[in-house]
């Protein structure tokens, strides 16, 4: 008896293999993804402008990248001693804002070479509901807690957003031919936007990620959004706010899309990874000095050297060396 909507997922027709290069860009899930893809080696460049939920924005900061313009100078507020940038998230900030400039520009320019490079971007969509500044009349991705009198709010216009994604995904395509875009919809609810304006806003934009992926053989869908809504229908799926979901969640949405998205070289590096980081994580029961122990960390670093030939283990391997040759001199 079953007590789930569960459903097989499609295999993406270009599949991630060890040696992909991968930017995600997006709401937080993308994050959430990113930091997956990169605790299982592979090459990303996780959500460089933080995170970025309306579809507006996040075509705006890849078009002045590709097209190596600078960022908006209206765009920088300063907001108790330290500056933003409207366009960026506040994880990015700095003492001046020439400073910040610096620092925009610089990963601006880091995100184009990556895209430039990349084999896949993973594109989450978070919202279809923006913030416009008043006085200069452009949307902002990020309001920076300054005060709500200077934003108006509303849900932007279905045949905008489209055009929006279109012009970005041409110019994604000229820069880099052979890049494969993956897009999602967040399975994040705004709840401040209500439930029901929340509901509008993910319709809007699953609409919109089936159309870009019926338009362009090189876009495809991955389903986070289904995922959690349907096949994972239950709140123990979700933090303590009730809206994000917890780690069991996000480790199951990963593993389909795992599934879905890894070549089978991929996979079978996977599963030989899970047992090391398992390995790694593991401490002895009777102590760190044991012969049993060394015997332990000799094998695993033997493991790890091996794999060193296909990435990087470096960070990994120094500590089990240390480690071994702790226990090597304390049984000397």
Not at 106 to 129: E, I, K, P
Not at 164 to 190: C, F, G
Not at 283 to 292: A, D, F, S, W
Not at 296 to 307: D, M, P, R
Request: net charge neutral; with cysteine.
């Amino acid at each position: 008896m079953q007590f789930h909507t569960e459903f097989s997922l499609e295999s993406l027709p270009n599949r991630i293999e060890l040696n992909s290069q991968i930017v995600t860009i997006g709401s937080c899930f993308a994050d959430v993804m990113g930091h997956r893809l990169a605790d299982h080696k592979l090459t990303v460049l996780n959500n460089p402008f933080g995170t970025i939920f309306n579809p507006v924005s996040i075509a705006k900061l890849l078009t002045l990248g590709l097209h190596s313009k600078n960022p908006d100078e209206t765009g920088y507020v300063e907001r108790d001693g330290v500056w933003f940038h409207y366009d960026f998230h506040s994880s990015i900030w700095a003492n001046s804002r020439e400073e910040l400039k610096e620092k925009l520009t610089a990963c601006l320019t880091q995100t184009a070479d990556s895209l430039r490079n990349a084999d896949f971007l993973f594109l989450t969509l978070g919202s279809a509901v923006v913030y416009r500044h008043i006085e200069t009349g452009k949307v902002v991705a990020n309001c920076h807690k300054m005060p709500g009198t200077l934003f108006e709010k509303y849900l932007y216009q279905i045949d905008h957003l489209r055009d929006e994604l279109t012009r970005v995904l041409k110019t994604l395509r000229r820069a880099n031919p052979r890049l494969t875009v993956i897009i999602t919809v967040s399975p994040v609810r705004h709840t401040r936007d209500t439930l029901p304006l929340n509901n509008v806003s993910k319709s809007m934009l699953r609409v919109l990620a089936h159309e870009l992926t019926i338009w362009n053989d090189w876009v495809s869908y991955f389903p986070a959004y289904e995922l959690m809504m349907d096949d994972l229908r239950d709140y123990r799926f979700y933090e303590a706010d009730m809206i994000h979901p917890n780690s069991q969640a996000q480790d199951y949405i990963f593993g389909k899309f795992a599934e879905s998205a890894f070549g089978a070289d991929l996979r079978k590096f996977v599963a030989e990874w899970t047992k090391i980081r398992k390995s790694l994580a593991h401490r002895p029961l009777y102590g760190e000095n044991t012969l049993v122990n060394q015997q332990f960390l000799t094998s695993l670093s033997a493991q790890l050297n091996t794999l060193s030939a296909y990435v990087d283990v470096s960070a990994e391997l120094a500590e089990v060396q240390r480690r071994l040759e702790k226990c090597i001199m304390d049984n000397a």
